[in-house]
């Protein structure tokens, strides 16, 4: 920007190694020192503000009941089932948490200790000689809000990772605190049971309804299987195709009976009609037979043939002894042939008695086996039919089994979960807890003075240190100029502050001329290629004491032998006129026209030893005359009649003239009021000088609180002024 800033600053370094930190603890103490008073005043308000809110607090009391979910639940009455209980594992526990702490089992703890006519759960609640009837609704919104606030203040928590739960409550009243405590537990358990007992209930309703069901069925099979029999004419006990086949069995073997006692009828009268058809004798047929009539008549024959043949060797044919006994063997004769006609006429009956027997029998099989086919296919229906009712029957009976298992479980119904250790009346209250606002008073004041420190940060856009400026401005700080009414001799004296030149002239010694002696020395060593030194004082804004600035500088260069001009090149104020010169006859507008010399314009001030060059208060200076050629003329002349010549000029961003004055200086200083100048104005009013080619020494600092200085100045000597401040009289 300038010349000065093209030489790297050895403060740089330190700056720049600084940055490099994640966190600047030295920046952040830095600013907590400088804004103390306002940390402290806000530190004790808060700590305050905690303190009343302690006193203020009511004291509150934690009552803690305890309960433990069975890991496995017990079972007066086993039950066997397709689905066993399960072990009881983490969920199980978690979900138990979340019960405990619903809106329903608080329901049940207000209603089981009347809450809602308790104040501390009904704030609306007015307390009365007679009894207020309220609405449903009414009823209704005040278990509600009690709900509200129970649930709002009762804490449940598993105890680590074990299956205990502790159930908390915390109220301003120790003895409420216990009771509720111990009501959400037993509520709990008591739910616990009557969700048990109602399942069971619910399982017994169920099962009663599905027996009838199950009952009527059964009966409908039954009836159908007996429907069926009647039907079919299935009467047996035993499978009906079983008594079928057995009846087929006999009759076969009756047939085969029949058909052999036919073939033997038969045998009979073929052989007898064979041997008849041959002209076999009686007698032949009778052996044939078998018959013990023909057989007797035959041994008759035989005894009536001996006779004749015994006769007939006797007596003639004509013997009558023979004639009678031939008559009597033909009689034989005849009742043999008789006999075995009936013989077989009776052998031809029998035969046809034997066809018809074994014909009758054949056809009974053929019944038979019909009827068989018929009860197979009835049988196969009926074993469907009493399947159906047989599976009726034992699911009727498993169900009656359930059925009265459930009425034995009814009265054994177990919670699943005890009571470990039930909420005693707490004696000490655990809140407000003493330690815990302490800390909250810390963190309070830490917090708001953090907060109170940011803030002024933020805001804040002035410059405080060399080291800022330098860091900011990125240009040289030459020095700082303290305030006079911050120094300790004028602290002290409790005097008006009096004017700057003044107090310059009357305190020699003191900080505030040693502040202009050092920016003097450092002007006059300034490298540059005149001798004469022709300095110009300019700053970004007005009201940053740049024209007591630029008279004390010239006073300072007066008292140490250096000849020393002021001139006052603000035409808009004319500050330091109206304050060194009572009345000015010639002014710098007429030299600078020409209508009067320097030794009339001149005026010397015997106290301070400081030439001055003022502008008159009527006189109109056109803008362009202060940059003008005449103006560079007459800074040349100047050079040969002064060594030391201060340019006390207007402020850079709103007059133009004061760049064009700089343009024609050796050296610019440029002033920034401690604290109060914008950092960004500041940098435009430098870029604006470097515009026009300035040459700008440097920064001072003026106006600087000289005690806030050294308690919040770090990167700037004014830290240790109290050091060093026994220098100064």
Known sequence: MNKMSETPLPLDRFTAEETNELIDLRAIGRAFRKHLVPVILVSMLAIIAVAVAYFMTK???????????????????????????????????????EVLQSPFIAGRVVDALKLTENPEFNPGL???????????????ADRDRAIRILGGSLTVQREGVSYAIAVRYESENPKMAANIANATVDEYLLTEVEGEEGSTQRSADLLATRLEELRGEVLAAEAQVARYRSDEGLFAATDASSITQQELSVLNTQLAEARAAEAAAQSR????????????????????????????????????SAEVANLITRYGPRHPSLIKAKSELSDIDVQISAEVGRIVASLKTEARAAQGRTASIASSI?????????????????????????????????????????????????SGA????????????????????????LVAAAASSTAVVAGREFLESGLRTAEAVEKRLKISALGSIPEIGSLPEVRKSREPVPWPPQFLNDHPKSAFAEAFRAL??????????????????????????????????????????????????????????????????????????????????????????????????????????????????????????????????APVL???????????????VFLVQWKETPAKAAEIGLHQLD?????????????????EQARTGFGDAGLYFKRYKEYYA
């Open 654 to 668: 709103p007059v133009a003239e004061s760049r064009m004055l700089a343009a024609l200086a050796d050296i610019v």
């Open 59 to 97: 004291p509150s009391y934690l009552a803690t009941a305890t309960m433990v979910v069975e890991r496995q639940a017990e079972e007066v009455v086993p039950v066997e089932t397709d689905n066993p209980a399960l072990t009881t594992d983490s969920p199980t526990v978690d979900t138990a948490v």
């Open 366 to 414: 053929a019944g038979l086996q019909n009827r068989l086919a018929v009860d197979s296919d009835a049988s196969v229906r009926l074993s469907e039919l009493e399947r159906n009712a047989a599976s009726a029957r034992e699911l009727y009976q498993g169900f009656l089994d359930r059925y009265k298992e459930s009425l034995a479980r009814q009265g054994t119904e177990t």
């Open 691 to 707: 515009a026009v080619g300035a040459n700008v020494a440097g920064v001072v600092l003026s106006r600087v609180d000289v005690v």
């Open 126 to 140: 007015i307390k009365t000689g007679e009894r207020t009837v309220r609405s449903p609704v009414q009823q209704q």
């Open 520 to 649: 003097k020395t450092t002007l006059v060593m300034a490298p540059g290629a005149h001798q004469t030194k022709i300095i110009s004082l300019t700053s970004a804004l007005p009201g940053e004491g740049k024209t007591s600035s630029a008279i004390c500088l010239a006073s300072a260069a007066a008292r140490s032998g250096i000849r020393t001009l002021l001139i006052d090149c603000d035409s808009r104020r004319q500050a330091s006129s109206r304050s060194l010169a009572k009345a000015i006859s010639r002014g710098l507008t007429d030299v600078l026209n020409g209508k009067a010399s320097l030794t009339e314009a001149i005026v010397h001030d015997s106290d301070s030893g400081v030439y001055f060059l003022g502008q008159r208060p009527d006189e109109e200076t056109p803008f362009d005359l202060m940059g003008s050629q005449a103006m560079s003329d007459l800074l040349a002349e100047l050079r040969g009649q002064f060594q030391f010549v201060v340019l006390d000029t």
């Open 269 to 304: 009268l073929a052989t007898a009609q064979s041997q008849m058809s041959q002209g076999f004798s009686g007698e032949a047929l009778g052996a044939a037979l078998e018959s013990e009539v023909v057989g007797a008549l035959r041994a008759q024959r035989a005894v009536f």
């Open 418 to 441: 005890k009571e470990v250790s039930r909420a005693a009346i707490p004696v000490l209250p655990v809140s407000p807890n003493p330690l815990l606002y302490l800390a909250l008073g």
